[in-house]
């Protein structure tokens, strides 16, 4: 309840706020709409049916446009709609967490909303090739799947004991790698820096010389306690790619730096598709290998 947000002084009726949320319970945000309101700017909220929001925004300050649910969700499982058959709104004893799971439920709305009023290019058939991507990748990616062919596994395996350098080179691995770092630190509880290239070759090369180099100590030293010693952290960069602007890359000096430091790299990139599929498939694959670094409960020590 003490969260509270406030509209810039230049807001008002030319303007457009989207709200997007999983809650809808936030007192902040129903002020927020009733300030837009009275601004006369347009309000638009995706969040579940029947939350204070959709109740405040959806009577006369806006549209609101309900969170899409799973299909079990659709059932009074997960919090909607129809538990037991009926019409009244079901809550969960929880509340789930931020991470993979809602993201594409609040997108989604979202992206056929701005493809409507001519900010991005997203029609249905994009946005139905975008499904069948994450469809693919899910396949791709499952539990299922076998490590050796299974990307996000090994993503995983790899980023065992890491301190992930998440680089990224392209207009849709940038936020895909904002992603990456924040829901690492959300699910797992291990710390990620995320940076574009060229700007990250600069800006991380003292990690890769300094205590989390590759080569900062032996790992087979033959005097370390195994049981009292936990292994060091060792940086990983992790080299997120999608066509870079003008065909000009800087991937090969990446990865001369990371090597000449011994510091070892994993890199994903996309197969070809329009930049919205690009993303499902960076967004997808390491979100797997988040939920699968947090099932082996892999904070590094």
Not at 91 to 108: H, I, M
Not at 227 to 252: C, H, K, N
Request: glycine share 10%; with cysteine.
């Amino acid at each position: 309840g003490a969260l509270r947000w406030a509209l810039p002084g230049w807001a008002g009726p030319v303007d457009l706020l989207l709200i997007a949320t999983t809650d809808g319970s936030e007192p902040g945000l129903a002020l927020l709409a009733e300030q837009a309101y009275r601004r006369g700017c347009t309000v638009v909220a995706v969040a579940p049916r029947q939350s204070p929001l959709s109740e405040v925004v959806g009577g006369t300050h806006g549209l609101m446009v309900p969170m899409a649910t799973a299909p079990n969700g659709q059932y009074g499982q997960n919090g909607s709609y129809g538990q037991n058959g009926s019409d009244e709104w079901y809550e969960p004893e929880e509340t789930p967490v931020a991470g993979p799971g809602p993201l594409w439920a609040l997108l989604v709305p979202l992206l056929a909303l701005l493809d409507r009023v001519g900010l991005v290019t997203a029609p249905a058939e994009t946005l139905q090739l975008v499904a069948d991507r994450l469809d693919l990748t899910a396949e791709r990616c499952g539990p299922a799947i076998a490590t050796y062919s299974n990307p996000a596994k090994t993503l995983a395996a790899e980023l065992a004991d890491s301190l992930p350098l998440v680089w990224t080179e392209g207009p849709v691995a940038a936020p895909a790698g904002r992603r990456f770092a924040a829901v690492l630190a959300e699910l797992t509880g291990r710390p990620a820096l995320a940076a574009e290239l060229p700007e990250a070759l600069p800006a991380h090369s003292a990690l890769l010389a300094g205590h989390f180099a590759g080569g900062a100590a032996d790992p087979d030293d033959f005097f370390r306690d195994r049981v009292e010693e936990a292994q060091a952290w060792r940086a990983r960069v992790v080299l997120l790619r999608d066509r870079p602007a003008g065909g000009l890359t800087a991937a090969p000096a990446a990865r001369e730096l990371a090597l000449g430091h011994d510091t070892a790299i994993s890199e994903l990139e996309p197969e070809e598709g329009s930049e919205l599929e690009a993303l499902a498939e960076l967004v997808a694959v390491t979100d797997f290998a988040t939920v699968y670094l947090a099932l082996a409960g892999a904070a590094p020590a």
